[in-house]
């Protein structure tokens, strides 16, 4: 990302695969192409401030390797990934052609796209206040001056990017993973208060309408393993009956698959969904989710689908 004004410093970093994206990728088949076309493991990422591409270092920012992020991980089993536009684009073509239901167009142009939600409000408001925080910092031809002749400007320039809050437009797990579509028409909300909503932090909630948490429901087989295809309704109670949900989606004519979690897994992925039976669209939005199939299962399948 490059971001300047004629008379002031360039701020130049990398950009990242958020983990989001990768848990997309995952869905799809192809992270594992991602991050092999991405940094290796064992190479740090660096965030670095610079007057220029060629020019002073004014902040540098060390993000840890990508094995490093993987192990302090615990909201997604797939971390960001360094992986440059001019390999990742090519790797999203091919899976696309390759689908039966797709046509690829290009050179052309999206005229409008709108989303009325809250959740979109904030990320506008948070790019913003990042505009607003780059407008902040200190400026003058001098900056791009080697040696001492510009270095009284670029020390004016540093506390602002160290302590200014610019590390907020780098650490948004809040923003990449919180996405909600609360109280959404499409989905069955359960009455519980909406979750408070952060820009830098997340913490994973299985309420109606929010991105189904991350747990291991065997080993090495995460829950978002199982999303992205139909609807999938998650037995985390075994004793629960879902022959009733799965009657009215029969009927319905919507995919529905129910999975199982491992016995030994099933208590924390219970306590991280917060119930016995949850039911997931294809984008991994938790839909609904209870300890029993509600007696009017038929009517909430509509709800689901949009009838």
Known sequence: MCASRSSGPALSAWRRHWSRTMECCGRRGIAEEVKQSGSPLDVPRRVAFVTALDGELLHDHDDGTRAERQAAAANTPEVSCTCPQTFVVPILQRHAAAQPSVRLHSRTRLDGLAEHSPQAALNVGE???????????????????????????????????RHGGFHRELETEGLALGYRYDDAPIVVADGTPVPATGVMTYTQTARPGARAPHVWLAEGRSSLEDFGRGFVLLRLDPTADTAARQAAAATRGAPLQTRDSNPAAARAAWAAYGAGLALVRPDGHVAWRGDAVPDDALARIDTLRGA
């Not at 400026?139 to 602002?160: A, F, I, M, Y």
């Open 127 to 161: 790019a913003g206040e990042n505009a607003r925080r780059l407008s902040g910092i200190p400026t003058g031809p001098e900056v791009h001056t080697p040696g001492v002749d510009g270095e009284w400007l670029r020390e004016k320039v540093r506390p602002p990017i």
